[in-house]
């Protein structure tokens, strides 16, 4: 089942409200969750399409959001509002209505890994993708906040790169290079801290007056806590 959002303002239609078919999508999501409980309770549910509207009813979600929005998915909405829906996000391809380059792919799959999406692997690009998919699941397995915590309502300001902030008992920075060519990467921190912990290789970075740069390679992703 794929949860597009259908709003209808047709008057001939006679609809109570314009979100009469969304609606439906919730009562049938709930329906199919109650019957196959009663066969299996351990069953798992997944639906196409990130549709929030049903969150409570589905164990997670697949969407190509991407594609779908013809590559203007720039705002993580979803993931900042409901970190419990578990959304594996594509990283483009399905549905394109222009062909998608390698160095999109891997432009949009770090785009993902940085605002803390679980990824969906296309089958058609996995063998190409693999190694920066691995590179992801290694920190997304070292550092656990960045899927299922709370993305933070302050902002990175940085230059050279792109970045996300998630709550954690230490903050969690997480950094992208989202380019083909090497970087530095400049960031300023909107929380006080003195270090930088890459959990991965155990690297640390110096921060001073709330401020670090460290080179990034292409198509880079990278994550910190922020040590007080």
Same mark, same amino acid.
């Given at each position: ?8 303002? *047709? ?6 409200? !314009?979100?009469? #078919?969304?609606? @439906? ?23 196409? @399409? ?17 594609? #779908? ?21 594509? #990283? @483009? ?17 770090? #785009? ?21 998919? &691995?590179?992801?699941? &290694?920190?997304?397995?070292?550092? !656990?906040?960045?899927?299922? *915590?709370?993305?933070?309502? &302050? ?58 740069? &460290? ?14």
């Amino acid at each position: 089942l794929a949860t597009y959002n259908h709003r209808c303002f *047709n008057p001939a239609h006679k609809h109570p409200h !314009p979100d009469v #078919w969304n609606w @439906g999508v919730r009562q049938l999501l709930r329906r199919v969750r109650e019957e196959v409980d009663k066969v299996n309770p351990e069953t798992i549910l997944f639906v196409e @399409g990130a549709g929030d509207i049903g969150r409570e009813f589905a164990d997670g979600f697949i969407s190509h959001s991407h594609a #779908w929005t013809q590559e203007t998915f720039t705002e993580p909405f979803v993931r900042f509002l409901h970190p419990d829906m578990r959304a594996f996000e594509s #990283w @483009g391809a399905s549905g394109a209505t222009t062909p998608m380059g390698f160095d999109k792919l891997q432009k949009l799959h770090v #785009w993902n890994s940085v605002n803390g999406h679980r990824i969906y692997a296309h089958a058609a690009s996995f063998d190409k993708m693999a190694p920066l998919s &691995l590179r992801t699941r &290694l920190y997304y397995d070292a550092f !656990p906040e960045i899927c299922n *915590n709370q993305m933070s309502v &302050l902002d990175v300001d940085c230059r050279h790169c792109i970045a996300q902030l998630f709550e954690g008992r230490n903050p969690i920075l997480t950094l992208g290079n989202d380019t083909p060519q090497d970087v530095e990467a400049e960031i300023s921190l909107p929380v006080h801290g003195a270090v930088l912990l890459d959990r991965v290789d155990s690297t640390r970075y110096r921060i001073t007056g709330n401020r670090v740069s &460290l080179k990034l390679k292409p198509y880079e992703f990278r994550a910190f806590e922020i040590l007080p």
